[in-house]
């Protein structure tokens, strides 16, 4: 037998935590596009079923070549969001080829350890954003949502 005496509360609710709680995440406005590179199966079907019931149209890709290829043959994206850590040609260089195409790119990386190849001296490099894994359905969105509005 377990007997917890807990104190009563008789103070108010907290109401500025629980409006914080149920805030809806940020979502796409028209036309806005996602490349999602991610190897990882899973994580890239979790990102694309995120982004997608954000309102974001998407396309993804396994590796850097691939992703390549779409970003030729879709003018319309506008966001590239890429693991760090990919196999091949990394997501760092990935994110620098596509910016060389498109000058007009979003970037937005992803990692769950390679945090040296994006972050230096504890910062960022200017105009780069990075979620960690593994992240929210809200971290994502918010950060989505920021590299877009950048």
Not at 12 to 19: G, L, M, P
Not at 30 to 56: F, H, K, S, W
Request: aromatic fraction near 6%; charged fraction near 30%.
């Amino acid at each position: 037998m377990v007997k917890l005496d807990l104190p009563r509360h008789r103070g108010a609710a907290d109401v500025r935590n629980a409006t914080q709680r149920c805030i809806a995440p940020p979502r796409a406005k028209t036309g806005e596009t996602v490349l999602v590179v991610e190897d990882d199966p899973d994580v890239r079907d979790y990102t694309i079923d995120v982004a997608t019931e954000l309102g974001y149209r998407v396309v993804s890709a396994p590796d850097a070549p691939a992703a390549l290829e779409l970003l030729d043959e879709h003018p319309e994206l506008r966001l590239l969001f890429t693991d760090v850590g990919l196999p091949g040609m990394n997501g760092r260089q990935l994110a620098d080829e596509a910016m060389r195409r498109r000058p007009d790119m979003k970037i937005l990386f992803t990692t769950g350890y390679a945090r040296d190849a994006i972050v230096h001296d504890g910062r960022l490099d200017p105009g780069i954003d990075v979620v960690f894994k593994p992240f929210s359905f809200s971290d994502l969105a918010v950060k989505i949502r920021r590299a877009f509005d950048r």
